[in-house]
């Protein structure tokens, strides 16, 4: 039975609430396999870069730990104890990206919710650029880290419905920009396909002299919340494939949202190695100015998707990407 009272009930303490969730899922096992040998090491790197680019007084962070090996457990254990992350997920097995990031992002109170891989570096500035592109594009669902330029007709029928006689096309990103992100895939002329040379001309938005890129990317992007609350609710089948596709893009893009991406790279994906020149790089924080933070509201865009879908792929087969 319970004797007394318990002590916590006479204390009033108010919650606070943050601007950005970050969630990083995480899976690094015990294996021999040479492709591990240097995980750990990437994704102190990620933390790192992390810690020194975010404004932590509104930015909270999730580790998702999918059964990872002890050492591993054990730094993430290390940040939560020091509180520099706020939550620490552990599995008892690795159930992939999808299952627990969307677990998790479901449950999240914080306006901006980024899905994050474990081997990014962020460079500064990335939360103040994510924002101008949020406040500035009201139908914005997503915002990815680096111009993915090569992604804008993926999951964009919403966008090209609503804004095709809007959407700009030039070349607006730096070469050195796309060849970051060649070189973190190491994938020389990853942006160069078939039908076009993505390097020469993007499409893009503009807005208040903000641009944006039209089409983002997975291993680095922010989210409106607003995208979670709307998912209907299934079940992700394999840990990998996570379904990227079927459980997170296309639901966003049925729901009326914009895929869009910064110009400029604000994020290098490290893979399983890391550059040395990215051992001498200097970052500093950005602290958020929230005064004239006031993002667009976004408009009703609730037209059968299939007709959306029909609208893109007949621009696309008037060849509107020449």
Known sequence: MRVGINPEKEKSKKLKYKLFRIIIPLYIPENEAAYFNNALQVFQKCMYSLFETIDEEKTNITIINNNCKKD???????????????????????????????????????????????????FTGWQVEVLKVFENFKNVGVVGLTPDVNTAFYCNSSLFFKEWLFVKKGKIVDNKELELFEEGINKKDFFITI??????????????????????????????????????????????????????????????????????????????TIPEWLLEKKLKKNILNLRHHNEGKKSDLNFYYFFKSLFLRILRRFKFYK
């Open 195 to 272: 039908n076009k040379n993505w390097k020469n001309s993007q499409f893009y938005l503009e807005k208040n002299n903000v641009k944006a890129i039209v089409g983002a990317g997975h291993f680095a992007s922010v989210y409106k919340k607003e995208v979670f609350k709307h998912l209907t609710f299934k079940k992700p089948i394999y840990v990998f494939p996570g379904g990227e596709l079927n459980f997170l893009d296309k639901p966003l893009d049925k729901q009326g949202y914009y895929r869009l991406s910064l110009i400029k790279a604000f994020a290098y994906h490290m893979g399983n």
């Open 72 to 122: 591993v457990t054990d730094y993430v254990n290390d940040l939560l104890s020091e509180k520099r992350i706020d939550r620490h997920v552990h599995c008892k097995e690795n159930y992939g990206k999808i299952y627990t990031v969307i677990q998790e992002a479901r449950g999240c109170y914080e306006k901006y919710i980024a899905i994050v891989d474990s081997d990014v570096f962020f």
